[in-house]
């Protein structure tokens, strides 16, 4: 009899301290969760006063650097007659170096915008086939310097949509430079929009390198890049991709991507059909 009143006692007392550890352990973990908002609220406080800066940062260097781009590019066409090779050459250099920085400047103030939430859409009638007819001919110059050919498959002549062309143009002629950037010389890209009832489908498609498959998670994020290089030197900031998706998001879309190692790579969008 005593020995069962003795064991209740110890059963009773282990309970007691189990109850007391698992409530130390709630009250721990209950600080943590509190030390965790805290953390959260100021990273936000942080990330917002950072997005803030480099808009500042960014618009300031902007007018600058398009000066810059702007005139010499004027000057390059002026005294074509008067210069020599070298100095020509030297302002040709000018002119790439400054449009480069200043297409950097640009995604670093569309990002600073985006992360910020100030990210408002101009939605219009339009007929995106137009849009990228637009964005091919755009790029026709960059894609002569390879002596790449850009084709169009018109598959729909005219697709009337409500979005914004100015993003929309962004996302295209980002993908569309990207092709060209990433082909061999003498190489082609493919551009098609098909469109079914429920969304329509722009594809942009390469025959150069491929994306290894373990690196396609690189791909849409601000700064991923891959170990796939350019043929000829052109740079990248690793934030067009990260920005087209954001936009095309932004008008109910998505963006994909569909690559085989040698073999190219088609990077497709979609944008709802509706009218």
């Known amino acids: 009899m005593t020995d069962n009143k003795n064991s209740s006692i110890k059963d009773a007392a282990a309970g ?14 209950a600080g943590m969760h509190r030390e965790l908002a805290k953390k959260n609220v100021e990273l936000a ?19 600058p650097l398009a000066i810059i781009t702007t005139y010499s590019e004027i000057l390059k066409e002026d005294t074509a007659h008067l210069l020599d090779a070298e100095h020509a050459e030297f302002l040709s250099l000018i ?25 408002d859409l101009n939605l219009q009638p339009g007929d995106l086939m137009e849009q990228l007819r637009c964005a ?25 949509l409500v979005f914004d062309a100015q993003k929309i143009a962004q996302v295209l002629d980002n993908l569309i430079s990207n092709a060209i950037k990433f082909s061999p010389f003498g190489a ?3 551009c098609a929009l098909v469109r079914d009832k429920e ?12 994306i290894p498959q373990h690196e396609l998670d690189r791909l849409f994020k601000p700064f991923g890049k891959t170990s796939v290089r350019s043929t000829n ?20 879309g998505v963006i994909w991507v569909e690559t085989a190692e040698e073999k190219g790579a088609t990077f497709f969008f979609s944008l709802p059909a509706r009218e």
Request: no cysteine.
């Open 188 to 190: 082609q890209v493919d």
């Open 233 to 252: 030197g052109e740079s990248s900031t690793g934030l067009g991709l990260a920005i087209s998706k954001k936009i095309v998001a932004a008008h109910g």
């Open 45 to 63: 406080r942080l990330n917002e006063e950072k997005n803030q800066f480099v808009g500042m940062a960014a618009h300031d260097i902007r007018k």
């Open 16 to 29: 007691i301290d189990l109850l007391e550890e698992l409530s130390r352990l709630n009250n721990e973990l």
């Open 95 to 119: 002119e790439a170096t400054g449009r480069a920085a200043l297409d950097v400047v640009n995604s670093f103030l569309d990002m600073s915008k985006i992360e910020a939430g100030v990210f």
């Open 136 to 160: 091919v001919r755009f790029n026709k110059p960059l894609a002569q310097k390879k002596n790449i050919v850009l084709n169009i498959k018109e598959e729909a002549a005219v697709v009337q």
């Open 199 to 210: 969304s329509v489908i722009v594809s942009v498609r390469d025959y150069a390198q491929g």
